[in-house]
């Protein structure tokens, strides 16, 4: 069993910075793709960004990028997101996902049906 775990959320203000991390306890996983999704308050979780089990092929939500940068560390089985220019719309608590099934077509990792393991979620609260 592998348990993402996420950490660094925590509260800025607008056009603030921060820097989340997911390192999966149990196991290495340097052999899953991995995401980050985030859920605010009365809306569906959404996807924010995926990254391949090599780091060869990434994906942004339209309303991060640019701004977002998802990476990975396999050596330190760590997976990071930097957030800059935060604004208030991105307040939400971010998940951390890991895929084992590989998809040619890397788009997939969009979807949340595709990620077998999701951590417990750390809120990023962006004030005016």
């Known amino acids: 069993q592998v348990q993402p775990v996420e950490s660094g959320g925590g509260m800025v203000q607008t056009g603030g910075s921060l820097r989340l991390s997911c390192a999966p306890s149990?196991?290495?996983?340097?052999?899953?793709?991995t995401g980050w999704f985030r859920q605010a308050p009365g809306k569906e979780r959404g996807f924010v960004a995926s990254?391949?089990?090599?780091?060869?092929?990434?994906n942004y939500a339209e309303s991060v990028k640019g701004r977002f940068t998802i990476s990975r560390d396999n050596a330190k089985n760590t997976m990071y997101l930097q957030m800059s220019s935060l604004k208030p719309e991105d307040t939400a608590i971010y998940y951390c996902?890991?895929?084992?099934?590989?998809?040619?077509?890397?788009?997939?990792?969009?979807?949340?049906?595709?990620?077998?393991?999701w951590g417990q979620g750390t809120q990023v609260t962006v004030s005016s």
């Open positions: 996902a890991l895929a084992s099934r590989y998809y040619r077509h890397t788009p997939a990792y969009t979807r949340g049906g595709v990620y077998d393991y």
């Open positions: 149990g196991r290495t996983f340097s052999g899953y793709a």
């Open positions: 990254i391949t089990s090599s780091g060869g092929s990434i």
